[in-house]
C-alpha cells in the first residue's frame, strides 16, 4: 500500500518481508499503490507541459495546450500502467527454470513496487527540461535497481545467488522497457506542443 513507500526507500530489505506477509492481490496492488503514485510523473509532466513547457537545453520553450495536455496525459498514464504488467510478466516468464518458482501474482507485485523510485522521480517533469528529466529519471532507475537486487531474495523466495542473476536480467529488460517507454513519452508530448520543432524548421 502507499504506507511502503518510506519502507522501501529507507529500509528495503525489512520492508520486502513486510509486503511478502500481507498476500496481497494484484488488485489491490494497483487501487493501492500503482494508480496512485503513477500519477505523479502524470500530473507533473502535465503541469510542467502546460505551465513551463518543454524544452530540449536550448532557449526556445514548447507549451502543450491543456485539452492536448489532458490527452496525452492519460495515454502516458495508460502506458505506464501497462509498463509495470510487461516487466512483471517478464521477471515471471524469466523464473520459469526456477524450481520454486514464484506466481505470476507475486512477480506482477514484485514490479509494481520496484517501480516505485520511478514514479516519485517523475516530480522531476514539473520543469521538463530534457537534461533534468533524464537525470531523474537515471536516479529512479538506479534505486529501483537496489531495490530489485535488495528484494528478489526476500520477496520472491529465490537464492541470493539465483536472485542476483535474475535481477540482472529483470534490470536489462527493465531499461528497454524504460527507454521504450521513454521514446513514446517524448514522441506524445512533442506532438502535443503549439510550436513543433518540426514545423519551426520547415517554416
Same mark, same amino acid.
Given at each position: 500500500?502507499?504506507?511502503?513507500?518510506?519502507?522501501?526507500?529507507?529500509?528495503?530489505?525489512?520492508? $520486502?518481508?513486510?509486503?511478502?506477509?500481507?498476500?496481497?492481490?494484484? *488488485?489491490?496492488?494497483?487501487?493501492?499503490?500503482?494508480?496512485?503514485?503513477?500519477?505523479?510523473? %502524470?500530473?507533473?509532466a502535465l503541469i510542467g507541459t502546460?505551465?513551463?513547457? $518543454?524544452?530540449?537545453?536550448?532557449?526556445?520553450?514548447?507549451?502543450?495546450?491543456?485539452?492536448?495536455?489532458?490527452?496525452?496525459?492519460?495515454?502516458? /498514464?495508460?502506458?505506464?500502467?501497462?509498463?509495470?504488467?510487461?516487466? =512483471?510478466?517478464?521477471?515471471?516468464?524469466?523464473?520459469?527454470?526456477?524450481?520454486?518458482?514464484?506466481?505470476?501474482?507475486?512477480?506482477?507485485?514484485?514490479?509494481?513496487?520496484?517501480?516505485?523510485?520511478?514514479?516519485?522521480?517523475?516530480?522531476?517533469?514539473? /520543469?521538463?527540461?530534457?537534461?533534468?528529466?533524464?537525470?531523474?529519471?537515471?536516479?529512479?532507475? %538506479?534505486?529501483? =535497481?537496489?531495490?530489485?537486487?535488495?528484494? *528478489?531474495?526476500?520477496?520472491?523466495?529465490?537464492?541470493?545467488?539465483?536472485?542476483?542473476?535474475?535481477?540482472?536480467? *529483470?534490470?536489462?529488460?527493465?531499461?528497454?522497457?524504460l527507454e521504450a517507454l521513454l %521514446?513514446?513519452?517524448?514522441?506524445?508530448?512533442?506532438?502535443?506542443?503549439?510550436?513543433? %520543432?518540426?514545423?519551426?524548421?520547415?517554416?
Amino acid at each position: 500500500m502507499i504506507h511502503h513507500v518510506w519502507g522501501l526507500l529507507h529500509h528495503p530489505e525489512r520492508e $520486502w518481508h513486510k509486503i511478502s506477509g500481507e498476500h496481497e492481490t494484484v *488488485t489491490h496492488l494497483y487501487a493501492h499503490h500503482v494508480l496512485l503514485l503513477a500519477a505523479i510523473p %502524470v500530473i507533473c509532466a502535465l503541469i510542467g507541459t502546460t505551465q513551463v513547457g $518543454w524544452t530540449y537545453g536550448g532557449s526556445d520553450t514548447y507549451k502543450v495546450s491543456l485539452s492536448n495536455g489532458i490527452a496525452l496525459g492519460v495515454a502516458f /498514464y495508460a502506458l505506464i500502467l501497462l509498463a509495470v504488467g510487461i516487466v =512483471g510478466s517478464v521477471i515471471y516468464w524469466m523464473a520459469r527454470d526456477i524450481e520454486q518458482r514464484p506466481s505470476r501474482r507475486d512477480c506482477l507485485i514484485f514490479a509494481g513496487y520496484i517501480a516505485t523510485p520511478m514514479f516519485i522521480c517523475g516530480v522531476f517533469a514539473l /520543469y521538463p527540461v530534457f537534461w533534468l528529466c533524464m537525470l531523474g529519471m537515471v536516479i529512479g532507475l %538506479v534505486y529501483s =535497481g537496489y531495490l530489485l537486487y535488495r528484494g *528478489t531474495p526476500s520477496f520472491l523466495g529465490i537464492s541470493h545467488q539465483r536472485g542476483f542473476i535474475l535481477s540482472i536480467k *529483470t534490470l536489462g529488460i527493465g531499461v528497454l522497457v524504460l527507454e521504450a517507454l521513454l %521514446v513514446v513519452t517524448v514522441l506524445l508530448w512533442s506532438m502535443g506542443t503549439e510550436h513543433s %520543432v518540426v514545423w519551426e524548421f520547415f517554416r
